[in-house]
């Protein structure tokens, strides 16, 4: 094992851990090389903050490198890291600790999934408005530390915006409280949006805050199509100049809307809304007057929360799951953010370079907040050969994109071409300061060494 450096054997730290977590719950790891999943011989489970505590003491002691795990479904997120010792999977910690229906909050452990939440807070009529993908596997704590979210940001927000206080350890096993347990709190630097999107780098969170909010009575969600890319982009600049308020407005290329089993013609977009019925029904309203004005066409109107949530799980998942995806497939996902304008000139490259480079492409944008995620998969051909299409299709659609303002990530590929590409295109202005909190906090790099941005 590269991480022991010859101080301890395999046999000595497994005891250690064991001593810790009890046998039942230190299992093998993935010692065999997967080109989307942590390698590491050994996977601790523990069942307390405390064993956490005791576990990452010990391995920050023993120079050992520890990789956070949650659900497991963002794996191939970021950098490749570098030798890791132990995967430390926050499973058995799961559940929710404190729901307080009449001050709209929650607290929950960090290996909770998102649907297991979410069904918590569903009879007393409240959500948490993140919209993951894989909610059945993905855990809270993964959701928070890659920072993800999905189409309804539009209407609700991120992370950020929910997130009130948190559990973290550090890696030489100190236990930190971030934020209040209050829905205003505006004493002191806002620390927990330090580790939003951290990659587990910093500090394993053992729990969570959140605000929370009323499920709304009413959910819409058009489907709407049959247009030039020049119509959808004036439906979506005449939305943005009015009043209206969806929750929901992403762009969808043909791939991905094949999923909807709509009757189309090239790109569709999804506008959805959520409020009372008499503010949802004036508002899709005034979506079809402006659609029969410009001359795009309703496709279908999903009405009703069961509906709408069914057709947003199919846009989600056009992020790929670590657990899903073989080693035989080559799948890679670019998020690229720009402005709210940007959206269809980067879905236009989006396809233009999947057409050069002949790989096949799933799109979603959102117009209302400048991200959109672009998933690649080549087919055919030899293993080499369809990673060097890839690549090249990666590599494009990063140039053109720095040379429009608009950021990349690659937040999922192989290892085989995650260690050939640069993740974030280009070095960010606070790289220096990442790298000082990197350093103050966990100065022996145990935790998920060289996984984000300038190899922090």
Same mark, same amino acid.
């Given at each position: 094992?590269?991480? +022991? ?206 605000? +929370? ?244």
């Amino acid at each position: 094992m590269d991480g +022991i450096k010859g101080k301890l054997s395999h046999g000595q730290i497994r005891s250690s851990l064991a001593r810790i977590t009890g046998e039942n719950h230190l299992l093998p790891g993935d010692s065999q090389h997967c080109e989307y999943r942590i390698n590491a011989s050994l996977r601790a489970l523990p069942t307390s903050e405390r064993q956490v505590v005791d576990i990452l003491r010990f391995a920050d002691e023993h120079r050992l490198s520890v990789a956070p795990q949650g659900g497991g479904t963002k794996d191939a997120y970021g950098q490749s890291v570098k030798a890791v010792d132990l995967i430390l999977s926050m499973k058995g910690m799961s559940g929710v600790l404190e729901h307080s229906a009449g001050d709209l909050m929650v607290t929950v452990l960090a290996g909770t999934t998102f649907r297991e939440l979410q069904e918590t807070l569903k009879p007393a009529g409240q959500f948490l408005p993140l919209d993951a993908a894989w909610d059945d596997q993905s855990t809270i704590g993964g959701i928070v530390n890659a920072g993800t979210s999905g189409p309804l940001r539009a209407g609700y927000g991120s992370v950020r915006d929910f997130l009130i206080a948190s559990r973290i350890v550090y890696p030489n096993g100190e236990v930190i409280r971030t934020g209040a347990k209050v829905v205003k709190n505006v004493a002191g630097y806002d620390m927990n949006k330090l580790f939003i999107g951290s990659m587990g780098t910093l500090g394993l969170h053992t729990e969570f805050t959140f605000k +929370i909010r009323p499920i709304p009575a009413g959910r819409s969600l058009l489907v709407i199509g049959n247009a030039r890319v020049d119509t959808l982009r004036m439906l979506q600049n005449a939305l943005l100049d009015s009043q209206l308020e969806p929750c929901v407005f992403e762009w969808l290329n043909p791939t991905a809307a094949q999923s909807l089993e709509v009757d189309t013609q090239g790109p569709v977009v999804l506008i959805g809304f959520a409020d009372v019925w008499s503010s949802v029904d004036e508002q899709a309203r005034q979506v079809g007057q402006l659609c029969r004005d410009l001359g795009a066409v309703i496709l279908a109107e999903l009405r009703g929360a069961e509906e709408s949530e069914a057709v947003l799980s199919k846009i989600r998942s056009i992020l790929p799951n670590a657990n899903l995806v073989e080693d035989s497939q080559t799948i890679v996902s670019m998020k690229l953010v720009g402005k709210l304008t940007d959206v269809q000139a980067i879905y236009e490259a989006a396809e233009t370079r999947a057409v050069q480079h002949g790989v096949s492409l799933r799109f979603s944008g959102g117009a209302y907040t400048g991200i959109a995620r672009a998933t690649v998969e080549g087919a055919g051909g030899e293993a080499t050969n369809v990673h060097g299409r890839l690549t090249a299709w990666i590599r494009d659609m990063q140039s053109e994109m720095r040379q429009q303002g608009i950021r990349t990530v690659v937040d999922f590929a192989p290892g085989t071409i995650r260690r050939q590409i640069a993740i974030w295109d280009e070095a960010t202005a606070d790289q220096k300061i990442m790298r000082g909190i990197k350093r103050t906090i966990d100065p022996n790099e145990t935790l998920n060494p060289g996984r984000i941005i300038g190899g922090l």
